[in-house]
C-alpha cells in the first residue's frame, strides 16, 4: 500500500518510523519548510525531515497546499492513504479527496476533547488523571473527522509535556500500526464525534511562559509542566529574568507575602519556595538568563541574598 507521510515535529518520528518497519511503501514525506531557529536564527530542518533524509526518503516541504501544482504533484503520486501527524498545515478538500483510503491523522488526545494546537499542554493544565491518542479522519473541520480508534494513559505527576508527548507519539505510532489494516479491510466503522462535548486549544505563545504568582501553587506547577519546553516558564528577579525548569507544590504551613523566597528543610523535595496566592511552589531546577541551567540548591549557594528576596 502506497502512503504519504505527512508531519513536522518530533512527535511526528515514531509514526513514520512504524511504517517503515512494518513495510509500508512510503513514496514521499511532506513537512513544513526549514525555519530559522535560535539566537543565531539558522536554517534548521524539523525533525521529520532529518529523519527522512536520514533513511532515505524523498522529502516535499511546500509552503501551502493551496497552488493547483502543489496538489497536482501529490495526486500524481496516487497514494492509497496519507498519514498525518501533527504537520501544521490544514488540507483542503482537493488533498482529502484524492487517496481511496482517506487521510487520517494521529491526534493526542481524547477527542472530542482538545481539539486545536495545544492537546498536550491542556491536560497538563486542566490536571487531568488521564489523556490518549485518537486515530481519525480528516475532514475540512479541525480535529472534527469521525474516529477510527482511541487509547488512553495516564498523565503521571512527573509528566511534563515534552515527557507525556514522548508517550503519546509512541502510543500513537501502535495504534496507528493495530488501526490501518483493519481500517483498509473494512473492519472499522468510523464513530462520529460527540459536537456537544467538543473543546478546543489554542496555540500557545512567549506570554504564557510568564508565571503569576497571584495564582496558586497547584496552577503554577501545573503551568510549568505544560511550558516545558517550550515557552518556557519564568519569574524576574533583581529586574532578570529566572526561568523555572521544575518545581513542585509544598505542604508547609508557612504564610510569607506574595513572591516571597523561603528555605525549606533538607526533608523536602525542593530546597526552597515561593510564596504563591495558595500555597508554595518549591523551586527545584532554575536557569538565570544567559546561563546554564542548575539545581535550586546550586542557585542558592551562589546568590546568598536570594532567600527573603521577592520575585514578580
Known amino acids: 500500500m502506497k502512503v504519504v507521510f505527512m508531519g513536522s515535529p518530533a512527535f511526528a518520528v515514531p509514526a513514520l518510523r512504524s511504517l517503515m518497519s512494518n513495510k509500508y511503501d512510503i513514496s514521499m ?51 492509497d492513504i496519507i498519514v498525518v501527524a501533527a504537520y501544521g498545515q490544514i488540507l483542503p478538500d482537493t488533498v482529502l479527496r484524492i487517496p481511496k483510503y482517506k487521510c487520517i491523522n494521529i491526534h493526542p488526545s481524547l477527542l472530542p476533547k482538545y481539539r486545536g494546537p495545544s ?134 504551613g508557612s504564610r510569607m507575602e506574595i513572591g516571597q523566597v523561603i528555605a525549606l528543610p533538607r526533608t523536602q523535595a525542593a530546597r526552597t519556595a515561593v510564596q504563591t496566592g495558595e500555597g508554595l511552589l518549591g523551586l527545584i531546577t532554575l536557569q538565570p538568563e544567559g546561563k546554564r541551567e542548575m539545581a535550586a540548591a546550586d542557585f542558592i549557594a551562589g546568590h546568598r541574598d536570594f532567600i527573603g528576596s521577592f520575585l514578580t
Open 119 to 252: 492537546p498536550i499542554a491542556a491536560a497538563i493544565l486542566n490536571g487531568d488523571a488521564e489523556t490518549g491518542v485518537t486515530i481519525m479522519l480528516i475532514e475540512a473541520k479541525v480535529d472534527s473527522g469521525p474516529i477510527l480508534n482511541q487509547r488512553r494513559v495516564a498523565v503521571a505527576d512527573e509528566d511534563d509535556a515534552e515527557s507525556l508527548s514522548g508517550k503519546l507519539a509512541e502510543l500513537g505510532a501502535r495504534l496507528l500500526i493495530e488501526t490501518l489494516p483493519d481500517w483498509v479491510a473494512g473492519r472499522i466503522q468510523p464513530a462520529a464525534q460527540d459536537e456537544s462535548l467538543a473543546s478546543y486549544t489554542r496555540m500557545e505563545t512567549k506570554d504564557d511562559g510568564r508565571l503569576d504568582l497571584n495564582l496558586s501553587a497547584l496552577q503554577l506547577w501545573r503551568k510549568v509542566r505544560a511550558y516545558h519546553p517550550w515557552p518556557g516558564c519564568y519569574v524576574h528577579w533583581k529586574e532578570e529574568r529566572l526561568k523555572i525548569l521544575k518545581a513542585i507544590p509544598v505542604n508547609d
Open 29 to 79: 514525506v511532506y513537512t513544513q519548510p526549514d525555519k530559522r531557529t535560535g539566537r543565531g536564527q539558522q536554517v534548521t530542518p524539523c525533525a521529520i525531515k532529518q529523519y527522512a533524509a536520514a533513511n532515505g526518503l524523498s522529502v516535499v516541504q511546500p509552503e501551502k497546499f493551496r497552488g493547483p501544482d502543489v496538489v497536482e504533484q501529490l495526486s500524481g503520486l496516487q497514494p
